[in-house]
């Protein structure tokens, strides 16, 4: 059986005049939006060619980034998308793609990166010496936090785990080298990430 291949893009959500997200704004009222604005640029056939694939799997509120899971090839399709859709729920938005990947792990390490470097730029800018403690407090707390619910969707589960037992129900090996999430934090910590 053959898997089937998709592309996850992350975007970030730009509101007027940098306010804050809207606590009304959530994934169906995006997909909705999304739809509809690939109705309007590519009319029936790019609405069908897509529709099936067309997933928003997840939006943070808090950091305005949006994880959108589409087939294969078109990806550009849907950037292109991004630029004409203008609000969400009456709200005027912009979204731009940042990351295209072939996997949601690859999407969340570009975020953490993405996320590192605009904090870093950010300190940088400042020229209030109290200001810039807290942030560098914050960029230490940053460092040493588990991301491991960061794509935490509502079954529970960040990823689907691969199954470990044979056709008789035993367990052939135990997971030792910790989840991917504890992973990342380390190499975070130290540095190489």
Known sequence: MVRKKNRYLLAEVLFESGKQAPSNLNEPEFYKEIRDALQIGFGDYGLGLVKKSLNVRYF?????????????????????????VKSVCGVPVTIVTKHI???????????IKYSRRKLGSTL????????????RQ??????KTDFSDLFNYKTGNSFPKASNKT???TSKTKNKGGSFFQKTSKMAASGNL
């Open 60 to 84: 943070m509120e808090d950091t305005c980034m949006l994880l959108v899971r589409i087939r294969r090839g078109a990806e550009s399709m849907l950037s292109n998308v991004f630029l004409t």
């Open 101 to 111: 990947s072939g996997s949601i792990r690859c999407a969340q390490k570009y975020w």
């Open 124 to 135: 940088r800018s400042i020229t209030d010496p109290e200001e810039k403690t807290a942030l």
């Open 138 to 143: 914050k960029l230490d707390e940053i460092n």
């Open 167 to 169: 056709n008789s129900g």
